[in-house]
């Protein structure tokens, strides 16, 4: 190899060099995807029916930890997975169901109504509740809280339709300001290990 071509090779191995950690960076920042919350970025006044039909708002939960979850009844694997973690993490740190309440916001208000959502908590702990509303206001709740859910058709299944949406766990402090938003694919321990942390 000659000087000429030596000089032409290092400079493509440096240019390959730059662009391998130019996409690394953007991997690592979650590049134009959906970017995590920041604190004090979700959240904000909601008015909603809870499992046993009465009427609440985010005022109702002020004096405890608020861990929210946004998901549907129908949910085949996530939804059923993540509440069990945090169903999980609780039984490990039962002094957390002391300061903390677990809420499922529906995603599909079509098809969970308070009975059935009451159903479907009571799977993972009696301290778990629930909340749906009107389309509209649960359309709300989706924006402020940031949370992306769409639905999809399923023809030729019973279920007619199912509902993509992201899965963050959001809690919240007694005063009702936002604190952090848990990765959904913790596992319970990792989960529990870190409520126990925060909650105070
Ligand atoms: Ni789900």
Redesign the pocket.
């Known amino acids: 190899m000659n000087a000429r071509l030596r000089f032409v090779f290092l400079g493509l191995i440096a240019l390959s060099a730059a662009i391998a950690t130019a996409a690394v960076m953007m991997l690592a920042t979650g590049g134009p995807g959906p970017r995590p919350a920041a604190a004090g970025d979700v959240g904000g006044a909601f008015a909603l029916t809870d499992q046993d039909g009465r009427r609440v708002t985010e005022a109702d939960f002020r004096g405890r930890y608020l861990l929210l979850f946004f998901?549907?009844t129908n949910?085949p694997?996530?939804?059923p997975l993540?509440l069990q973690r945090i169903a999980d993490a609780l039984n490990a740190h039962p002094a957390l169901k002391e300061r903390l309440t677990p809420v499922l916001v529906t995603v599909d208000p079509e098809r969970d109504t308070p009975a059935k959502l009451k159903e479907y908590v009571g799977f993972f702990g009696p301290e778990f509740r629930a909340l749906t509303g009107t389309p509209e206001e649960i359309a709300a709740v989706l924006k402020a809280y940031k949370v992306y859910a769409k639905r999809t058709e399923l023809p030729g299944s019973a279920l007619g339709y199912t509902?993509d949406?992201s899965?963050l766990i959001f809690l919240y402090g007694p005063d009702g300001a936002f604190v952090t938003a848990f990765d959904p694919t913790l596992d319970a321990t990792a989960l529990g290990n870190e409520m126990e942390r925060i909650v105070r």
């Open positions: 998901g549907f949910c694997d996530v939804c993540t509902m949406h899965s």
